[in-house]
């Protein structure tokens, strides 16, 4: 079962990048992962010196609780998630366009869910001049 519960004070606070790699020698397969670091170029470096081929960065979020975010995102996509070897952030035979849209849902519902409107209120209204 998926929670977009309320994380600890700390993990709200934190920021970081969700992302998606890709390596050419592996089409339809992507590394969805999370990093704390000032930004994705950094994380990936470890990577990018053990792979005859380079990481391509095809997608990045910065946002706030990376972590707990890209476990929603993990258990969504499990049907998808690579059965033989590759760790368990390898995702395959899945379109990159839906791992970015539901990386972007998740971002968006769990954004309301840590910052709910005050019960009977009603959406901000914009007057326009």
């Excluded at 606070?13 to 992507?30: A, K």
Aim: hydrophobic share 30%; aromatic share 10%.
């Amino acid at each position: 079962m998926l929670r977009l519960s309320s994380s600890s004070e700390k993990e709200k606070d934190e920021i970081g990048f969700i992302y998606v790699l890709s390596n050419e020698s592996e089409p339809y397969r992507y590394k969805i992962g999370m990093t704390r670091e000032s930004s994705v170029e950094k994380r990936i470096k470890g990577y990018q010196t053990g792979a005859s081929n380079k990481f391509v960065i095809e997608y990045q979020l910065h946002t706030s609780e990376p972590y707990k975010k890209e476990q929603i995102v993990h258990k969504i996509l499990d049907l998808y998630r690579c059965k033989g070897g590759g760790g368990k952030e390898w995702f395959e035979n899945i379109d990159l366009g839906k791992i970015i849209y539901v990386i972007s849902q998740v971002d968006l519902l769990c954004n309301i869910a840590a910052n709910p409107l005050p019960f009977g209120s009603a959406p901000m209204h914009i007057d326009e001049d």
